[in-house]
């Protein structure tokens, strides 16, 4: 019986232990939304509107990188926004920890978007030019 007890009990704290991964750190844009959460469906810098990407769709999510499709304000040459926003393309990677003791975390997100709205996509760049997600830009 004890044995049993036992074996029930590991397999309770195995389950619980699976990890949790996050974007970044929630502290890597206090005024925005998404970092620091799993899988999240919006982030946002806290700034300009492009520096935001919403309805966001991933895959691989919690494996060594993850990817995802949204919808993104751009610029406009000359100034404004476009009417319609792009599909950008996501790329989160660097699988680690933003600190001791927190959870699994994609430290770096690059991006790829067109110039305009039905455009080809451009090069891959880092998300506000920020080599990491885990502390403030």
């Keep these: ?9 590991g397999a309770v ?11 970044g750190s929630a502290s890597w ?5 998404g970092f620091g959460t799993a899988h999240p469906q919006e982030i946002f810098n806290g700034g300009d509107a492009n520096g935001s990407v919403s309805d966001i769709q991933w895959s691989s999510w919690g494996g ?10 751009i610029f406009k040459p000359g100034g404004g926004y476009y009417s319609r926003p792009v599909q950008a393309r996501l790329h989160a990677v660097a699988l680690g920890r933003c ?3 927190g959870p699994l975390a994609y430290r770096r997100l690059y991006v790829r978007d067109p110039v305009r709205p039905g455009g080809p996509l451009g090069k891959w ?7 990491s997600l885990c502390h403030a830009p």
């Design 125 to 131: 760049y880092l998300w506000s030019g920020s080599s």
């Design 13 to 23: 704290s195995s389950a619980s232990a699976s990890p949790r991964v996050v974007l």
């Design 64 to 73: 060594r990188t993850a990817f995802g499709v949204g919808e993104q304000p």
């Design 29 to 33: 844009a206090p005024h925005g939304k």
């Design 99 to 101: 600190y001791p003791g």
């Design 1 to 9: 019986m004890v044995v049993a007890v036992s074996l029930a009990a």
